[in-house]
């Protein structure tokens, strides 16, 4: 008997290599049980070395795929990554706001982790007042969130009210990956979920490894994955950040480059560090 599957979107950029990107983020989807579907904002040249370039998809072509999609597919939830042209933002928010209550998990790719820019000054505005404000959660890393927000931290208090303020052009909740306060966590690494009402603080131990690509690839997939499975955010979120855990610890390297974060499949505990 054919059987019904949630599906997952991602609407994000072509990585060629598969470490990031949209290939990083159905790879996940598939692993965790959903049924993984894609729509390109733009096509990247880059592998786990680096980014040589990209080419923004006109936000039309983009249009077009989310058009012939939801002709026939109702997506779960929906994750956004590197989104190329402003005009994009705006084709993204319009074609989510069709479905009532659709999770929106927006990871606002600004650069590539070899530093390179992978998103205008006026694609970020729009971003910050079209796209962010029909999100349920925004990933920035650390040093992401002080990009879009123009407010620098150096505690876990002043974080949290960095991403308070995404939180004031709408988003539902914020989780500000990697962050790493000084010496009062003893050298950890946190991960800080704001809602409007409060925040939580999870930690982990540092991995004493190299820079592994599609970290935060597989983190948005992973809570967009989970919540297309009936997840509440809170749970999602903790499952997800034991996949990253994983990914990290069973990086592949497929090239010369950095590692590639990688699944290796099957059922993830709820082993969140606190």
């Known amino acids: 008997m054919i059987r019904k599957i949630p599906v997952a979107l991602t609407c994000a950029g072509l990585d060629p290599s598969g470490g990031a990107g949209i290939i990083a983020d159905v790879r996940t989807f598939e692993k965790l049980g959903v049924f993984g579907s894609a ?6 040249y880059q592998g786990p070395a680096g980014v040589r370039g990209r080419y923004d998809l006109h936000e ?3 249009a077009e795929q989310l058009e012939v999609l939801f002709e026939d597919i109702t997506p779960a939830a929906v994750k956004t990554g590197v989104v190329g ?3 994009t933002v705006s084709i993204l928010a319009k074609a989510f706001r069709r479905f009532a209550g659709l999770p929106v998990i927006v990871d606002p790719v600004l650069r590539s982790g070899s530093g390179e820019e992978l998103i205008s000054t006026e694609a970020k505005l729009r971003l910050l007042d079209e796209l962010i ?21 150096g505690d876990v ?5 960095a991403a308070l303020s ?13 962050v790493t306060p000084g010496e009062s966590y003893n050298g950890k690494v946190l991960d800080i979920f704001v809602t409007r009402k409060t ?17 935060g690839c597989v983190l948005s997939a992973a809570i967009c994955a989970f919540l297309a499975l009936g997840c509440d955010l809170k749970e999602a979120v903790e499952k997800a950040r034991d ?6 610890i069973f990086a592949v390297n497929p090239g010369k480059g950095v590692p590639c974060a990688y699944l290796k499949g099957g059922k993830h505990e709820n082993r969140s560090g606190k």
């Open 39 to 44: 729509v390109a904002t733009c096509i990247t």
């Open 60 to 62: 039309s072509v983009v």
């Open 85 to 87: 042209f402003e005009g």
């Open 133 to 153: 404000p029909v999100s349920l959660i925004v990933t920035p890393n650390g040093e992401e969130l002080e990009a879009l927000t123009g407010i620098s931290f």
């Open 157 to 161: 208090e002043s974080c949290a009210w």
């Open 166 to 178: 995404l939180i004031s052009r709408g988003a539902e909740s914020v989780l500000v990956t990697g």
């Open 199 to 215: 925040y939580r603080v999870y930690s982990r131990e540092f991995l004493n490894l190299e820079r592994v690509h599609g970290t």
């Open 243 to 248: 996949v990253v855990w994983d990914a990290i």
